[in-house]
């Protein structure tokens, strides 16, 4: 018996859906074919690919070191099957994005992408910056965009592009434009959940002279924050590309502060394994094509 392609095909599709049946329907089988599958391939190599963790399937470390070798062959088949055009790419993309950037700066660029390649189909999963790493670490995305720090000896970043964090209040509250030390001591604040790239660098930013900041309401979606902000919860901290549209509609007003909030949005990749040519082309394209926010 020899490994054949529905296997590799199951054991990706496992990585990407941590569960047998939603992988069999991701490659329209049954779920019988798809376990029969995988526990061929698993003989076949003379090792488990996966542990069972509550209802989902994790990766074992030697299923991580053959998940990029079987998309590098899945997509070399689907390149064969496309050669009709030598410049066109077909097959899947799994990306993993913290919320601002997988809400606001990889929607164009994937768009960009699709108007040149058609045939690829994009997997987002938008999570904080923690979730993103743990998405590449477990192999589940070959390429993670994030707003926070990495520093992983498995994984390596490119710095992307340049972000502005602002410091924003309610249109409705009688806040002075300017906000001192004792200011931003004294706020009740609104922030992203623990782990989240903007929360980071925040705090970092407020430590030297704030040591805590009165957090009345930590959240984990962008829209909740400027949500609770309009409503008079307390101060919020995002990116400024984030906020626009309230912005413009008056539901809320910025604040000069002390505070230095300018980061990085970086481009993470695993650092020992090659990218496909999909992963490889969709990263050129971003570091050449700057987004319009």
């Excluded at 069972?52 to 991580?64: D, E, N, W």
């Excluded at 400027?226 to 912005?247: D, N, W």
Aim: hydrophobic share 40%.
């Amino acid at each position: 018996m020899r490994i054949t392609l529905r296997q590799l095909q199951i054991f990706e599709a496992v990585v990407h859906t941590g569960s047998v049946t939603a992988a069999a329907d991701m490659v329209s089988i049954s779920q019988p074919a798809a376990s029969q599958a995988l526990r061929e391939l698993e003989t076949l190599l003379g090792r488990p690919l996966f542990r069972r963790h509550g209802k989902r399937l994790q990766i074992t470390p030697q299923a991580r070191h053959l998940l990029p070798q079987a998309r590098a062959v899945l997509s070399q088949i689907e390149q064969i099957e496309s050669m009709g055009n030598e410049d066109e790419l077909s097959g899947s993309l799994h990306l993993a994005a913290s919320v601002s950037v997988g809400n606001y700066l990889l929607p164009e660029q994937m768009s960009a992408f699709k108007r040149q390649h058609p045939n690829i189909r994009f997997n987002l999963d938008i999570g904080n910056t923690q979730s993103v790493i743990q998405q590449l670490l477990t192999g589940k995305a070959e390429v993670g965009f994030i707003e926070g720090y990495c520093q992983h000896a498995e994984l390596m970043t490119q710095v992307w592009l340049k972000d502005e964090l602002v410091v924003f209040g309610s249109a409705q509250e009688s806040r002075p434009d300017t906000l001192t030390w004792d200011d931003l001591r004294q706020a009740d604040w609104v922030t992203r959940e623990a782990g989240s790239g903007t929360r980071n660098i925040l705090e970092q930013a407020t430590a030297s002279e704030i040591p805590h900041l009165n957090i009345v309401l930590s959240l984990a979606h962008m829209e909740a924050v400027k949500q609770a902000v309009i409503h008079q919860m307390g101060l919020g901290c995002l990116s400024r590309m984030a906020i626009s549209q309230e912005l413009n509609s008056g539901l809320i007003q910025l604040h000069k502060t002390p505070l230095e909030l300018n980061r990085n949005l970086l481009i993470v990749m695993p650092k020992n394994t090659a990218l496909t040519q999909n992963a490889q082309r969709f990263v050129d394209q971003c570091r050449t094509i700057a987004p319009s926010v």
